[in-house]
């Protein structure tokens, strides 16, 4: 058994007053805990993969204080604990927690040793649904992510909200380790915290909680949008940049720019300002970099070549150089 790994089958004492500054108490490693419940199959939970992403934690407190029996049972897995009690994504020298499950394009550590564990326990029986819960660090409306398009991902996303994105990376994810499994979404609950967020996500669990199976019908266009993430947007790590036009940096954005999360941008909108000839790298689903066919610069300005929509747009400086500053949508097509 991975060393890291906590297995418990009841809550911990303090489960319901714990907070992130302080859930190394309670939690010291990544837990999985199996609660029962009144009819199988189980529902998988998944929280803190990122460790400032603590909605996740708040929506499971207040689902599992709603019951004494819960209506199906629940692997609950608590993910990078040390991260979240220094509210820290990832921690410096540490495998992103979304980044590591089976599939994932790593080299084989602890941590993916530790998720494949995981995965290879709560898969043991079938699984009813999987869903793993983030936030976002800007301005993004709340939506559903997946990795397969199936007819029930579909309607687990649509029980959600309207939006729903279909992504082939990064590789690792968690929700890409269900599929072929069970239906399998990740959760984007707005910002770490916010009210509504953990309402919305706490209304889908308690749902998957009662629901006995997936509509058999396919889900009505006017209840789902899909869009899919057609590249990953860097900043290179020798570009200076800025959300202030008025900055000495090589790249700079409107201090709005997170308000562009799921809007169209044209090809003749204004993407960005440079001083630089190669401000940005854009790399496709397959990892290729599409830099050139994406974007062009001109007169010191950023364009796209075609319409598209950013989404999960970061102003967050350090989680722009670990991850990416967005990534650019188009409606799905098969
Ligand atoms: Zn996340």
Known sequence: MNEQLTILSELPERFFDVEISSICEVFPTPTLIHLNGRKSPALFVSILLHGNE???????????????????????????????????????????????WPGTEIEPNADTQL?????????????????????????NPHYACMTDVTQDNQHLAAMFNHIGLVFKRPKGVSTMAFNGICPA????????????????????????????????????????????????LNIPDDVSFDFN??????????????????????????????????????TNQEGEDVTKDVMRVENGKVYLNKTLMPAM??????????????????????
């Not at 603590?54 to 993910?79: E, H, M, N, T």
């Not at 564990?117 to 976002?136: M, Y």
């Not at 747009?313 to 098969?334: G, P």
């Open 54 to 100: 603590y909605s996740g934690l708040k929506a499971i407190q207040a689902l599992l204080s709603k019951y004494d029996i819960l209506p199906r049972p629940i692997y609950l897995f608590i993910g990078n604990v040390t991260a979240a009690q220094q509210n820290c994504r990832v921690l410096p020298g540490q495998t992103d927690f979304n980044r590591c």
């Open 115 to 139: 998720m494949a564990e995981v995965v290879e326990i709560v898969t043991r029986d079938r699984l009813f649904a999987a869903i793993d819960i983030h936030n976002n660090t800007g301005a």
């Open 185 to 232: 979404a990740t959760l984007e609950c707005g910002k770490p915290g916010e009210e509504i967020g953990i309402k919305h996500a706490l209304e889908l669990l308690d749902g998957l909680l009662h629901l006995d199976h997936f509509p058999q019908r396919p889900v009505a266009a006017h209840d789902l949008q899909l869009v899919q993430s057609l590249a990953t």
């Open 245 to 282: 036009l008025c900055a000495q940096s090589d790249l700079t954005f409107e201090s709005g720019f997170e308000l562009k999360n799921f809007t169209e941008i044209k090809s003749t909108d204004i993407f960005a300002f440079t001083r630089v000839e190669n401000p940005l790298k854009i």
């Open 313 to 334: 747009i970061t102003l967050d400086k350090s989680i722009i150089r670990q991850d990416c500053l967005c990534y650019l949508m188009t409606d799905y097509q098969e």
